[in-house]
């Protein structure tokens, strides 16, 4: 029998983020310069007594688009003002230590002169003025840091050469690529990486993480100081620690009794490049051997946490060797024993930062459900997993971060959507949360609202796919549609804000955002992540035809008759594939940093271990016919709808040659288009001033063809 396209669609909740009530159609629109200076929060710490909470706000100047971090103090009890805290420098990181100290990254100056990026000190946060004191002075910039329990010791981690037994200071900076005498840099045989993510490596040089005592001023004791990661020689680390490029204090954690630290790292040689296999290393504070604790498992051993009590490690594993995108369960190992077991297995999501509850009985954590990111609790005993609904937007969870259980049974959190950036707030699970930050709400408050509409359709082989609608709240009129595809692919566009692919800042220029988490995604099981691979134009393209035309039979204010797509990564790949393989559908594309030769690029990225695995674990030269399959560039011959083209010359992912050839092929088919290069950007558009440039180039793009029959004007 055949049944409607409505009757296959499955209306999920409907709700827009709180704003002021009755937005009146003469407010301003979101505008891209509004998202580039809006102010950012950083890093959030709550004290050990739960009376005090600190943050980091990025701010940027509207004029001059220059950035600059702010350290903020904001009482939990009474109603108390936040304050500023005075820092000379950029500041970041802030962390509580047992004694309610507050300290911080900063590259303030020391003694009236340029230190680089030290450890900072406030021993008496409460007080007004704070005065805050260098608790570091290497020669070295600190990457990060992470304080003992027992406030004694402090873990730095920085770039070091590999033989340097300081943290910093050593007359060789341990780069072993530069012979001489020519500027040339040579990689010698069993080089890993030889450039990754946005920098070309230099072998010899690595993070590395040391211990120090701190003394009684408060100060680094630089007699007392170990490097955590073994001789070289005789079965110690050599690799990065934390983990480059994304690796942070998240998977740095001292041991209980304050004597060791566990770090998570990865071996760097010449499989590096083709190598999921991090592990978790127990290094004793004395400079002593590190032990391998997870070299049973080929595959990701992440994110430890120390119970209160010393006895478990939780940490988070994959189970496949060379697989970025495995499901992440939760793992507890007894230190006394050895033996460890999968606590979550059962579970099918993919867990997050782990975080002990005080009494030792449970693990907090993190993971992707369902367009939302919601904390979990996880019970120790049983591994049963219980949702905690902490956001203030009832049946809404948006994405919840920075979670910190404090000793009353309530929470600080953040919380941000698709419609506003993250806040600070505090409440218990199920209650009724509070704001304790104000840094973007009452600015946005001034622009037209947007509403985000959840939904769910039959797609591929029949599976619910979810997606979302984003458009101008009191607007009547047909709206142009723009089909938004994120990247990964295993990823999710979610319920949740990002300076860089906006939905908000989109739809606010008049537009319908339909964004769909076609097969791939996560948050939806493991099952359904896994779908995506070596099928990358084929389940993943169904969803999207699929989709967009149930948000239009959905909603019939979304013209998908007068619509444009847009995406970057895996999303700038659809697109180069839609050109060859939906391309009537389109009046515009927009494709940034997006393969377009599955050959070119199995030869150019740098983590090979990601381009492998999505062609069925082999390389090309063993299995070609798997790249050319879902190869873009086999259908430039029916190439035909615009298309900008956006790519950066520091882009290691995706090379920005990838972008060149596709901008060749579009000329050589005559078909309209533009070509932007950043050449001081990665994979991402981080500067404020490309990120203005970035949104301009593509709303101009979208308005030429959308709204002005594809002429100039």
């Not at 900008?644 to 990838?658: A, C, G, H, W």
């Amino acid at each position: 029998m055949k049944t409607s396209l409505l009757s296959h669609i499955a209306l999920a909740v409907a709700v827009a983020a709180p704003l002021p009530a009755a937005a009146a159609p003469s407010r301003t629109p979101f505008s891209a310069q509004d998202l580039v200076t809006l102010n950012r929060l950083g890093g959030v710490a709550a004290s050990p007594d739960g009376t005090l909470v600190a943050y980091t706000v990025t701010v940027t100047d509207a004029a001059t688009y220059k950035r600059s971090t702010q350290l903020w103090l904001r009482p939990l009890g009474a109603k108390a003002p936040a304050r500023q805290v005075p820092v000379e420098g950029s500041v970041s990181d802030p962390a509580f230590g047992p004694d309610g100290s507050l300290f911080f990254l900063s590259d303030s100056k020391q003694n009236g002169k340029d230190a680089g990026t030290q450890v900072w000190k406030i021993s008496q946060p409460t007080t007004a003025p704070a005065s805050a004191v260098a608790v570091t002075s290497f020669k070295s910039d600190v990457n990060g840091f992470k304080l003992s329990p027992d406030g004694t010791h402090i873990a730095v981690w920085g770039d070091i050469a590999r033989t340097c037994p300081t943290f910093g200071g050593c007359e060789s900076d341990g780069n072993a690529s530069l012979p001489g005498p020519g500027t040339g840099r040579l990689y010698k045989d069993g080089t890993g990486f030889v450039r990754h993510w946005d920098a070309w490596e230099t072998p010899g040089n690595y993070s590395r993480i040391f211990a120090y005592a701190l003394g009684a001023d408060g100060r680094v004791n630089t007699d007392t100081g170990h490097a955590l990661d073994g001789d070289a020689v005789n079965g110690g680390l050599v690799g990065d620690a934390p983990n480059k490029p994304f690796g942070d204090g998240g998977d740095v954690a001292w041991s209980a009794d304050s004597k060791a630290v566990i770090y998570a790292a990865r071996q760097a040689d010449r499989d590096e490049p083709r190598s999921t296999n991090l592990d978790l290393w127990w290094a004793p504070i004395d400079g002593s051997t590190p032990r391998n604790l997870t070299a049973a498992n080929k595959a990701t051993d992440a994110g430890p946490a120390v119970s209160p009590d010393g006895r478990w490690l939780a940490y988070v594993a994959m189970a496949r060797p060379t697989y970025e995108a495995d499901r992440l369960v939760v793992h507890l190992l007894d230190l006394k024993s050895g033996q460890s077991r999968a606590l979550t297995e059962g579970w099918d999501r993919s867990a997050g930062s782990l975080q002990w509850t005080a009494d030792g009985k449970a693990l907090l954590a993190s993971a992707e459900d369902v367009l939302d990111t919601p904390a979990f609790r996880i019970d120790v005993a049983t591994g049963r997993v219980t949702r905690l609904a902490l956001s203030p937007v009832k049946g809404r969870e948006g994405h919840i971060g920075n979670l910190t259980a404090l000793k009353d049974g309530r929470f600080v959190f953040t919380r941000d959507s698709i419609e506003a950036p993250a806040e600070i707030y505090i409440g218990k699970p199920g209650g009724k949360a509070s704001a304790l930050t104000d840094l973007a709400t009452s600015a946005l408050a001034s622009r037209a609202p947007v509403t985000t509409r959840r939904f769910s359709f039959k797609g591929a082989n029949g599976d619910t796919v979810w997606g979302q609608i984003t458009k101008p709240a009191n607007s009547t009129d047909k709206l142009p549609g723009i089909l938004y595809v994120h990247g990964g692919p295993q990823g999710s566009f979610n319920d949740s804000w990002s300076s860089r692919w906006n939905p908000r800042v989109v739809a606010s220029q008049g537009y319908a955002v339909v964004s769909i988490d076609f097969h791939g995604s996560t948050g939806y099981g493991q099952a359904f992540t896994d779908a995506i691979s070596n099928d990358w134009g084929g389940k993943p393209l169904e969803d999207l035809q699929k989709g967009f035309a149930a948000a239009a039979a959905l909603d019939p204010q979304v013209d998908d008759a007068n619509a444009c797509a847009m995406g970057a990564s895996y999303g700038g790949y659809m697109m180069n594939w839609i050109e060859g393989n939906w391309a009537d559908k389109f009046r515009c594309i927009v494709q940034h940093d997006g393969v377009f030769d599955a050959r070119a690029m199995a030869y150019e990225t740098d983590e090979l271990w990601f381009d492998e695995w999505e062609h069925g674990q082999k390389n090309y030269v063993q299995d070609p016919a798997a790249f050319e399959k879902w190869n873009p560039v086999n259908h430039v011959g029916q190439w035909k709808t615009p298309m900008l083209v956006i790519t950066s010359e520091k882009d290691f992912r995706i090379p920005y040659t990838q972008g060149l050839a596709a901008f060749t092929a579009l000329q050589t088919m005559k078909v309209p288009s533009e070509l932007l290069v950043f050449p001081d950007e990665n994979h991402w558009v981080l500067k404020a001033r490309n990120s203005l440039q970035w949104h301009q180039t593509v709303f101009h793009w979208l308005d030429r063809w959308l709204r002005k029959d594809g002429k100039e004007g």
